[in-house]
């Protein structure tokens, strides 16, 4: 879901050459995910094999993470653990909605409409464990880094930012920085555009970059306190108060300074603010330093190629990529959404 705070927390635009060399820790479900949902058939249906079985993950992985690879950066995904507890109410909304477009999918195509049909389609997008372990095998194949967290990715990117690890976490959701995460890169596209979630439609976007540090000082809030407003606001753990958006949170964390005060103030109870407070500020992770190595041809060729029939020399030409050094200063390639 994420935390709307994009209009009290500067950004500041960023180039895709300043990161050349950068470490960036990515989400990898989220990653995936946006694969199944954009490379997609007219009519809606995923890429798929001769077999039946879906490639649009693989495809997304192999084609685009190398585009952006070509460009100097190093990519390290995590996956999410095991959902806290309290995440069941987002899990079980994001199910509903999936339930929902389903079957305005299926009428879609049934009418003939397949612009809508494709629409309705992305948001059905089902990542199975089958597909995450065939994920994990590319990623070692290409010797790209990956590692499971305990529970939300987030927080162990932000872990891994303390350690000294990975440089910068890449993700559109605000709720990053609120783990603790110094540094935050929106918008990570050389193509210049996104695709709106849900439509047709493509924005024109530019690569931003977000501090925890230029956070607190924007707000005059301590990391403490953001978490305290984002709390008012609503999380994946706790569904906030009604009325409650960053600007009127702002005002009621600078005036009173803590979730308790606020509360008191707007006659309401959260019973276990200490509790969702934790899941931000002392959320679980594990140790873990990333390690790049070069691409393994022979069994990417095996993973693509020889099971799923993809092309050799397209799978090849991608191959080379990983170990091209970046353009000069001022030329990019170009790609489609990140």
């Keep these: 879901m994420g935390i709307k705070l994009g209009s009290i927390i500067p950004a500041r635009p960023v180039e895709i050459a300043q990161l050349r060399g950068q470490r960036l820790a990515v989400d990898g479900y989220n990653l995936l995910y946006q694969f199944l949902a954009s490379i997609r058939q007219r009519d809606g249906m995923p890429l798929a094999d001769a077999h039946g079985h879906t490639t649009s993950h693989l495809s997304g992985l192999l084609f685009r993470l190398s585009a952006l690879a070509a460009e100097g950066l190093r990519f390290c995904l995590i996956f999410d653990g095991k959902p806290h507890a309290l995440k069941k109410r987002v899990l079980d909304e994001r199910r509903d909605r999936k339930i929902k477009a389903q079957a305005e999918w299926e009428a879609a195509l049934a009418a003939g409409d397949l612009v809508k049909a494709r629409t309705k389609a992305q948001q059905t997008s089902r990542l ?20 499971t967290a305990p529970s939300e990715g987030e927080a162990q990117a932000a872990a891994m930012m303390a350690a000294g690890v990975v440089d910068a976490a890449v993700s559109q959701d605000f709720d990053t920085l ?12 050389v193509s210049g555009r996104r695709k709106l ?24 809030l301590s990391h403490e306190q953001l978490v305290d407003m984002a709390i008012l606001m609503g999380t994946d753990f706790n569904p906030g108060i009604h009325g409650i958006g960053p600007k009127k949170g702002l005002k009621l964390l600078r005036e009173l300074g803590s979730a308790e005060a606020a509360l008191a103030k707007l006659g309401h109870k959260v019973d276990n603010l200490d509790e969702l407070r934790q899941l931000f500020l002392n959320h679980p992770s594990v140790e873990f330093a990333p390690t790049w190595g070069e691409p393994r041809r022979g069994r990417v060729m095996e993973l693509l190629c020889e099971r799923h029939g993809f092309s050799r020399a397209r799978v090849g030409t991608a191959l080379e990529k990983f ?4 353009p000069p200063m001022g030329q990019q390639a170009t790609l489609g959404d990140f």
Excluded at 128 to 147: C, I, N, S
Excluded at 178 to 189: C, D, H, M, Q
Excluded at 201 to 218: D, H, K, Q, R, S
Excluded at 323 to 326: A, F, I, K, L, Y
């Design 128 to 147: 199975t464990p089958e597909m995450v372990a065939e994920a994990q095998e590319l990623l070692d194949a290409l010797g790209l880094p990956w590692v």
């Design 178 to 189: 609120l783990f603790g995460a110094p540094r935050l890169l929106r918008n990570l596209t």
């Design 197 to 220: 979630p849900g439509r047709q439609a493509w924005v024109e976007v530019n690569p931003e970059e977000l501090t925890l540090a230029g956070a607190i000082e924007a707000t005059q």
């Design 323 to 326: 170990t091209q050094p970046p």
